[in-house]
């Protein structure tokens, strides 16, 4: 892009360039352009070939979109209007977890997962589920009812209805979330969960082949946190996801692909990029895809401005993606959120009160430095 060959490529750098540039180009006052480039002006991304997150990845073979509730896009048009233009995937967030179909033991409700599933049909792009087996949100009648003798009814049960229901129009689903924990200490690193206790070790096979019984298209996915960063507890959670991840394909599961979580850290400086770079190497010599499934960047422990801590979470997002995206199995990115306004890291508080920033756009739907950094990584990655 000329631009570039103007200036340095950093990133704020390219915005204000950008915006003198436009405003030479239009005739408009720089104040002008400067106060509405920002808003995703369609003119400039038409004109600078800006173009939506959703754009930048399909250019390299990639798909980008965001997991967000039914509620807050039922709701929220402007919301609505930058998912349609940026996303080319919308995942599900709280809204095909067992505590929002399940409202009583012997009653499915899709209501939910259906208007997600029609908003996706209705821009035409694919719909991911989260999560079929996991160890929370389960609705409140739950842990009164399961026990040793019905633990495989209730959940090969649940894993049947929930993707015949949706069979054929899935993406994907995240069939088995988090069934790792090493503090469990056990040789295999699994998480005692409810499902583990009464089923043992190969209940998350029997999810995947309960899943692909009733859904053959869709890609199931082992979904999990915590893989990224050069720490002990991270580095013993990524031998012991492969270990898990071999002994399924070598049993023939029907898994297609692991789910990085990436729900990353603002101020500590702890990512391995060789470490990272061969995890997900192992992952794809298995024949797995990978998807980033959660991506956000807490920002509780950086400064309070605004610019700075922007510029921070941007470079978390161009480290990390610059790794990752340079593995070729790599095929999705899905941040956990869009917009600052709706994002789970607002219910807690950092220390100063100020309003968290983890997303790549604003409470205003404006892109930050964030979304900079997203789109200069697709731009940056290698075309699959
Ligand atoms: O919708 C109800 C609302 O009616 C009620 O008034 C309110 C107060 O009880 O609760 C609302 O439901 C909450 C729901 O989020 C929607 O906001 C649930 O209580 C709350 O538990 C739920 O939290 C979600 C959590 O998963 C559990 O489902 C978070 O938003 C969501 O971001 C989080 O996402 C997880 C992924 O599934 C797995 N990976 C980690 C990630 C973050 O924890």
Redesign the pocket.
Known sequence: MVLDSMFSNSLITRRNALKIALASATGMGVKKVWDNLDSEDVFAQEYFGLNSLKQRAAAKGLIYGAAI?K?YLAIDKKLADSFVRNCGILAS??DL?W?ALRPTPDKFDFSKGDWLLRFAKKQNIPFRG??LVWY??FPKWFEGVLNRNNAEKLMTEHIATVTKHYAGQMHSWDVV??AIEPYHRRSDGLRETSWFKFLGPDYIELAFRIAAENDPKALLVYNE?SLVYDLRSQEMRRDFTLKLLDKLKSKGTPIHALGI?S?LTGHLNILDAKKLRDFLADVASLGLKIMIT?LDVNDFELPFDIATRDSLVASKLEEFLSVILEERAVTTVIT?GLSDRYT?YSRYKRADSAPVRPLPLDSDFKPKLAWDAIAKAFDNAPKR
């Open positions: 509730p509620d967030d709280t977890k505590d989260h999560t929370q949100a979330n988090e946190a979580q729900h959660e956990w789970w």
